[in-house]
């Protein structure tokens, strides 16, 4: 089963919570709301989306990259785990 599959309910609810900051962004700019609280709000859903890609990144990487049905060796496990820090800390 493919990891989205897998966490699908997870993902949902972090779009969900996108959307709603989005949502945010547009209320804000509808309401003429001032810029430097748009600002906080446009990084907040930045934020979100960027969590998203990482949680799928990370999925990928322990799913497709490092072969599943066979132990990955202490070095492989230890170089995903390290692409997996540097994604997330690049997209945070």
């Known amino acids: 089963m493919a990891h ?21 962004v547009k209320r804000a700019l509808e309401d003429e709301d001032d810029c430097g609280d748009i600002m906080r709000l446009i990084s907040a859903a930045r934020g979100a989306m960027n969590s998203l890609m990482a949680e799928v990144v990370e999925g990928h990487i322990r799913e497709h990259m490092v072969d599943p049905d066979r132990r990955p060796t202490s070095s492989e496990a230890r170089a995903a785990q390290q692409l997996i820090d540097v994604v997330k800390g690049y997209v945070r």
């Not at 989205?4 to 945010?24: H, N, P």
């Open 4 to 24: 989205t599959v897998r966490d699908k309910d997870k993902l949902l609810k972090r779009v969900k919570r996108a959307i709603g900051q989005v949502e945010a």
